[in-house]
């Protein structure tokens, strides 16, 4: 899997929010619920603590439950992650573990739930972050999700924001 996710700000001429993401996971299946996976991530943030942030990390995952209708999976393992402060151009780097649970439900035939919580934790910052979306398909592979994403580091300068909130609204294009 892929995804890309940027987020763009300005009120009265001055930028308020200059964000992108970049993420990609692939997994090799043990059996139909057990599977090994390979997760990499990088994000520039002008807004936080770290001017960016990257991480690969691989591990072990499992569907807990993996119906037509409900779909739950966690998976974890150890990685790395490598950052560089905002402020001072200094860099953190070390050993992190990597946690990831997932869960969507259909609700209908058009319309389902997604809640997504990522966990990166390592010796310098934890980082986590969970998206939750109602998604709605429109026709064919075309959407629109409203979604509600909280973003937490716990070790940041003094005067920067621990956690960070965005709700938004947006299309949406998924191939099955």
Known sequence: TFGFAGNYGSE??????????????TQYAFTERAYAF??????DDKFSQYDYQASLAGGLGYRI??????KLWVQGG???????ILATGES???VIFRGDLGFDHQLTETTKIV??????????????????????????????RVGYQVRHNTD?????????????????????
């Open 115 to 144: 809640d997504r919580l990522l966990v990166e934790a390592g010796s310098d910052n934890t980082y986590v972050q969970n998206d939750l979306g109602l998604e709605v398909t429109i026709k064919g592979a075309l959407g629109l």
């Open 12 to 25: 009265s001429g001055t930028t308020t929010a200059q964000r992108w993401e970049v993420r990609g996971q």
């Open 65 to 70: 439950i993996d119906s037509e209708r409900t």
């Open 92 to 94: 953190e780097d070390g």
């Open 156 to 176: 940041v300068l003094p005067g920067v924001e621990k956690t960070d909130t965005l709700t938004t609204v947006g299309l949406l294009y998924e191939t099955k």
């Open 78 to 84: 150890p990685g790395y992650r490598y950052a560089e």
């Open 38 to 43: 390979g997760a990499g991530r990088y994000d």
